[in-house]
Protein backbone atom coordinates (compact mmCIF):
# COMPACT_ATOMS: atom_id res chain seq x y z
CA UNK A 1 0.00 0.00 0.00
CA UNK A 2 1.18 3.48 -1.02
CA UNK A 3 2.65 5.09 1.87
CA UNK A 4 4.39 7.70 3.17
CA UNK A 5 6.34 8.08 6.52
CA UNK A 6 7.95 11.00 8.43
CA UNK A 7 10.98 11.04 10.65
CA UNK A 8 13.66 13.18 12.24
CA UNK A 9 12.08 15.39 14.04
CA UNK A 10 13.20 16.16 17.79
CA UNK A 11 13.98 18.67 20.49
CA UNK A 12 16.56 21.70 19.46
CA UNK A 13 17.28 24.49 21.09
CA UNK A 14 16.48 28.13 18.84
CA UNK A 15 18.92 28.38 16.35
CA UNK A 16 20.01 24.51 15.51
CA UNK A 17 19.04 22.82 12.62
CA UNK A 18 17.01 19.49 12.09
CA UNK A 19 16.89 17.29 8.94
CA UNK A 20 13.20 15.68 8.07
CA UNK A 21 13.09 12.86 5.77
CA UNK A 22 9.57 11.65 3.69
CA UNK A 23 10.21 8.09 2.98
CA UNK A 24 8.00 6.52 0.16
CA UNK A 25 7.23 3.08 -0.56
CA UNK A 26 4.25 1.46 -2.65
CA UNK A 27 5.38 4.12 -5.11
CA UNK A 28 7.83 6.23 -6.76
CA UNK A 29 8.30 9.27 -4.81
CA UNK A 30 10.07 11.21 -7.81
CA UNK A 31 6.95 11.58 -9.82
CA UNK A 32 4.48 13.56 -7.50
CA UNK A 33 4.78 16.95 -6.29
CA UNK A 34 5.42 17.00 -2.82
CA UNK A 35 5.11 19.48 0.22
CA UNK A 36 5.49 19.48 3.94
CA UNK A 37 3.56 20.81 6.16
CA UNK A 38 3.01 22.49 9.88
CA UNK A 39 0.81 22.23 12.48
CA UNK A 40 1.60 24.30 16.05
CA UNK A 41 0.16 23.83 19.26
CA UNK A 42 -3.56 24.80 18.85
CA UNK A 43 -3.22 26.11 15.36
CA UNK A 44 -4.23 24.61 11.49
CA UNK A 45 -2.27 22.99 9.54
CA UNK A 46 -0.12 24.97 6.83
CA UNK A 47 1.79 24.08 4.05
CA UNK A 48 5.62 25.22 4.56
CA UNK A 49 7.78 24.04 1.70
CA UNK A 50 7.01 22.12 -1.85
CA UNK A 51 9.12 20.59 -4.36
CA UNK A 52 7.61 20.01 -7.91
CA UNK A 53 7.60 16.37 -9.20
CA UNK A 54 10.32 18.12 -11.81
CA UNK A 55 12.76 19.09 -8.98
CA UNK A 56 12.85 22.34 -11.10
CA UNK A 57 10.38 24.26 -8.83
CA UNK A 58 11.00 24.64 -5.08
CA UNK A 59 8.16 27.06 -2.88
CA UNK A 60 8.08 28.21 0.65
CA UNK A 61 6.07 30.34 2.32
CA UNK A 62 7.32 33.77 3.42
CA UNK A 63 8.12 32.77 7.24
CA UNK A 64 10.60 30.00 6.22
CA UNK A 65 12.09 31.78 3.23
CA UNK A 66 15.91 31.43 3.62
CA UNK A 67 16.10 28.67 6.75
CA UNK A 68 14.32 25.82 5.12
CA UNK A 69 15.02 23.92 2.00
CA UNK A 70 13.36 20.77 0.34
CA UNK A 71 15.09 18.51 -1.68
CA UNK A 72 14.63 14.75 -2.80
CA UNK A 73 16.69 11.88 -3.21
CA UNK A 74 15.10 9.61 -6.22
CA UNK A 75 17.71 6.62 -5.26
CA UNK A 76 16.63 6.88 -1.79
CA UNK A 77 12.49 7.33 -3.23
CA UNK A 78 12.95 9.91 -0.27
CA UNK A 79 12.14 14.01 0.05
CA UNK A 80 14.13 15.89 2.87
CA UNK A 81 13.21 19.25 4.78
CA UNK A 82 16.71 20.92 5.78
CA UNK A 83 15.84 22.93 9.01
CA UNK A 84 18.50 26.15 9.92
CA UNK A 85 18.25 28.54 12.07
CA UNK A 86 15.13 27.19 14.21
CA UNK A 87 12.73 29.13 15.89
CA UNK A 88 10.38 28.49 19.24
CA UNK A 89 7.09 29.42 16.27
CA UNK A 90 8.74 25.96 14.04
CA UNK A 91 7.28 24.04 17.34
CA UNK A 92 4.73 21.60 16.23
CA UNK A 93 4.04 18.28 14.19
CA UNK A 94 5.74 18.05 10.76
CA UNK A 95 3.97 16.30 7.86
CA UNK A 96 4.57 15.58 4.21
CA UNK A 97 2.21 14.32 1.81
CA UNK A 98 1.11 15.06 -2.26
CA UNK A 99 0.67 17.90 -2.65
CA UNK A 100 -0.33 21.12 -5.17
CA UNK A 101 2.65 23.51 -4.84
CA UNK A 102 1.03 26.30 -6.41
CA UNK A 103 -1.78 26.44 -3.79
CA UNK A 104 0.26 24.82 -1.64
CA UNK A 105 -2.34 22.37 -0.37
CA UNK A 106 -2.57 18.22 -0.29
CA UNK A 107 -3.54 16.70 -3.65
CA UNK A 108 -6.79 15.11 -3.80
CA UNK A 109 -4.79 12.06 -4.41
CA UNK A 110 -2.77 13.00 -1.08
CA UNK A 111 -3.49 11.48 3.22
CA UNK A 112 -1.87 12.47 6.07
CA UNK A 113 0.66 10.29 7.92
CA UNK A 114 1.48 9.93 11.46
CA UNK A 115 3.97 12.80 11.20
CA UNK A 116 7.05 13.80 13.16
CA UNK A 117 7.35 16.17 16.14
CA UNK A 118 9.46 19.48 16.56
CA UNK A 119 9.97 20.88 19.34
CA UNK A 120 11.96 23.82 19.17
CA UNK A 121 13.16 25.21 23.37
CA UNK A 122 15.60 26.53 25.18
Known amino acids: QPQLVESGGGLVQPGGSLRLSCAAS????????IGWFHQGPGKEREGVSC????????YYIDSVKGRFTISRDSAKNTVYLQMNSLKPEDTGIYYC???????????????WGQGTQVIVSS
Open 26 to 33: GFTLDLYA
Open 97 to 111: ALTNCETMTISAFGS
Open 51 to 58: ISSSRANT
